[in-house]
Structure formats: C-alpha cells, structure tokens
C-alpha cells in the first residue's frame, strides 16, 4: 500500500463504524475508555484503516506498542512461520530453542554486564508481578517505594503500585501491597519547594529525609519501582541526577530499583531502553508493549543473583509463547537494523516541529518534553500558573482524530505523541501541521 497519509471519506465514525461502536456498548466492559469512535479494519505502516475505508495516521501505535509499524512483513512472516510450526508447548513444562534465544538475547541487550535470568509472562502487569514477587523474595522484605503518576498496570498487585489516576483504584477497595508512594522529579510540576534545588536531587531528599525517617523503615524496603520517564503519568523525563540519587539509596540501604520500561522501552526514545539515556542500570526491569510488536509477551529480567528463586515459585501457563517470542526475536532484528535510528531521528524532527507549534501557542503549550517518539506536549490554561486545560486537551485530540491523526492523551493534561518507529519526514510534518490546525479549531470552539 502507499497510503502514507490520512484520507476521510465518510463521516466519523462512518456507518459501519457506527453499528460496531453501538453493540460494543451492549456487549463489552464498559471498563474501557474510548476517546473517539476508531473501529479498526486493518492496519500498515503508520496507517490504518477503518471499517468504512477511512484511512488514518496512527501517532500514538496501540498505546506505544506497534514499534515496527502495523503488519510488518518480516513480523508477519515470523509469526506465521512459527505458528505453522507449533503455537503452545508451555515453557514452565516444556524447552524450545525460541525461549532461550530470546532469553540471551535480553541479558545481552538489558543494561548492565553481569548474568542475568529471564521470566515470561504476558503482558506488562505480568512483568511487574513477577518483578514484584521476584524482589520480595530476594530481599525477604516486604514494602515498596514508587511514584505518585505511575502507572504499571491494573492486576491487583500491580494496582498497588499504579498512582496515576483515582478512577483506576476507585471502588477495589484497600490495596494489596505495603506501597509508600512519592512525588515524581516532574521538572514542570514538583510539588514541594526545592528553592532552586535540582527536582532530581530534590525527590531523593524527599526519600531519605522524610520517608525513611517517618513513615518506612529504609531496612524494610524491597525496591523503588521506577519509570525512567514517566508514560501515562504525562511522558515525563527527570533529570540524570535522578538516577545518580538511586544508585545512591540502592548502595546506602541493600534496595532494589526496578526500571519500568513497559512503555519506554523497545526503541521509542531512539535508545533501546530509556535507561540507556542516564547511563542507569537497574536491578530489575520489566518489558512488554513493544517487545514483540502486538502479540502478548511481557518479561521481567533480573540480576541472576536476585532471579535465584526455587521451581514452582513463579510461572504461567501462556508466558512465552513461541509464536510471540518469534515476533519479538523479528522485533528485536528490526529495531537494531535502522528502527531505533529512526526513532531517533524522527523523534529530533518531530519535537523541534512541535516546539515551534509551542512558541506560536505560548498561550496553551507549557512544554514540549521528550526523547526519541516518546513525546508528549502539555496543554494548559495560562503558561504561569500552569492551570491544567483538560477541556482544551481532550478537544484537541478530537480535533485531530476528524482529520485522521490518531492522539491519545496522558497524565492529567498531556497529549502523547508516540507514533510507530517506521514514520517518515513527511509523516511527522503532517501530524505535526494537523496537531496545529487542530489546536486553532480547539480553541475556537471550547472558548
Ligand atoms: C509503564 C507501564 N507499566 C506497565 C503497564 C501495564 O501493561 P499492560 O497493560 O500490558 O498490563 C503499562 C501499560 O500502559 C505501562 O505503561
């Protein structure tokens, strides 16, 4: 196909789209949240088309997902190749030649050069379970530290991490873990005074002056559980001193840190892992999403020394299942050959574009912040008090989504550019004229 850009020829959503959108509301749970009417045919590329022949630019790829793009050939091929061969053989049971594979592959390409272990599971709150479980039962302690804006998953365990929005908590009752939860080194947003004070620095402050001394014993504490930028929180980048501060608690105190790259990772920010931007090796990390292009697999790695739990402490009947190990062995051959450069370099284009929207919309845009495809710009309602504007953000990417550009937002009043690694120049310079066509239209109408 060479459709590179949108083409809406019905109105939205169309009457296909219309149909499937009304018994979706009758039969699925209505715990998804669906910000427009995007009924999917098929996709490819950045492009995807609708039920009803509309064609759309995908700049946000199932939520930082589809890294090579929609229906990649050498994905698709992988996939089909291995399927034919066999789909399940349960890896807690049973060897194939995949798992190891891939499992090599992950200790050579994780930061850190040290032996490591692997375990499958599939999804990102899988990963974050048995990261979880995998620190407890290393440490043999039992709380946790992790940051208000987090988001790593909705499983129950996970829940207790997630501090990213009221509404993913409300009506579950007390949570199930001994979590501590702290303020985010947000550049734009630290709450607490710092009186100049780096944010970075300022958080660890936070920890080790206030936390550790009042409310959780720092000898008592399994991991800090950590996104090295912060995803549905609001794409948010600390600053490297940061990480310095956690190597810092982790050597004072015998804590684990475990880097969340669920989202981060796999190319986005033109590293293959965000950590790799700080120079920052975690003790734990966990990694889905992107890891094999759409297909379910999520992977917790860990210091071999830290992975040294008994059989039978921790597996799934579908963790690993070859199919998506042999999508995420393809995955991992794409990204090192020309995808992660890519993303780079898209990623560079595609920010000064939006920072020029920003100067031209100083009004509403507090900030263009990012690295690589993981950008996000924050929509406000005046530039010095930064009041949020949710009702300017949300119509936005409406706005957007009537001329076939596909945005989500993140944190409280963010909007998320994290398009598929395998956009082009003209792309981005679409989505990037669209995004400012859009915001002129926005305003107009909420005002
Ligand atoms: C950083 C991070 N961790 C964990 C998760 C949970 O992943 P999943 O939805 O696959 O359970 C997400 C999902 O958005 C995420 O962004």
């Not at 800090?224 to 810092?248: D, H, K, T, W």
């Not at 920003?358 to 710009?377: K, P, S, Y």
């Amino acid at each position: 196909m060479d459709i590179k850009l949108p083409q809406i020829k019905t109105e939205l959503p169309g009457p296909k789209a219309r149909e499937i959108v009304e018994k979706d509301a009758r039969y699925v749970s209505p715990s998804y949240t669906r910000p427009y009417p995007l009924v999917i045919r098929r996709g490819f590329g950045a492009i995807i088309e609708d039920v009803d022949g509309n064609y759309f630019l995908d700049f946000n790829a199932g939520v930082a997902v589809c890294n090579t793009g929609h229906a990649h050939p050498k994905i698709v091929e992988a996939i089909a190749r291995q399927a034919a061969e066999f789909i399940h053989l349960a890896s807690a049971d049973y060897y194939y030649p995949h798992l190891v594979h891939l499992a090599e592959k992950l200790e050579q390409v994780t930061p850190g050069d040290f032996p490591k272990r692997v375990h499958f599971g599939n999804s990102g709150a899988e990963a974050i379970e048995g990261a979880l479980k995998v620190a407890r039962y290393a440490t043999r302690r039992d709380k946790f530290i992790a940051f208000y804006g987090g988001f790593h998953g909705r499983t129950l365990g996970a829940l207790s991490l997630t501090c990213s929005k009221t509404t993913q908590r409300r009506g579950f009752g007390r949570q199930l873990l001994d979590v501590t939860h702290v303020p985010y080194p947000n550049p734009l947003r630290y709450p607490y005074k710092t009186d100049g004070e780096d944010v970075g620095e300022a958080c660890i402050r936070f920890i080790e002056e206030v936390v550790f001394k009042t409310a959780v014993p720092p000898e008592e504490v399994a991991a800090i559980v950590v996104e090295p930028i912060q995803g549905e929180g609001g794409y948010i980048v600390p600053p490297r001193s940061f990480f310095e501060g956690l190597n810092r608690l982790r050597e004072r105190y015998g804590i684990l840190i475990i880097a969340d790259e669920v989202q981060s990772g796999m190319g986005r920010t033109g590293r293959m892992w965000a950590c790799e931007h700080f120079d920052f090796v975690p003790d734990i990390m966990t990694i889905a999403k992107g890891i094999a292009s759409g297909l379910p697999l999520g992977v917790t790695v860990a210091r071999a020394d830290v992975m040294e739990w008994h059989a039978g402490a921790h597996a799934s009947t579908f963790g690993g299942n070859p199919v998506a190990i042999a999508a995420a062995l393809a995955t991992f051959e794409l990204l090192e050959n020309g995808l992660i450069e890519n993303a780079r370099l898209m990623g560079e284009r595609l920010k000064r574009g939006l920072e020029q929207v920003a100067e031209r919309h100083a009004d509403c845009i507090a900030e263009v912040r990012g690295l690589g495809l993981m950008i996000g710009v924050e929509i406000v309602k005046d530039r010095q008090t930064l009041a949020p504007d949710v009702a300017l953000r949300d119509r936005i990417i409406q706005e957007c989504f009537r001329r076939g550009l596909v945005l989500l937002g993140c944190g409280e009043t963010a909007i998320r550019f994290s398009p598929p690694l395998v956009v082009d120049a003209e792309q981005v310079d679409f989505a990037v004229h669209t995004f400012e066509e859009a915001i002129a239209s926005a305003k107009a109408s909420v005002s």
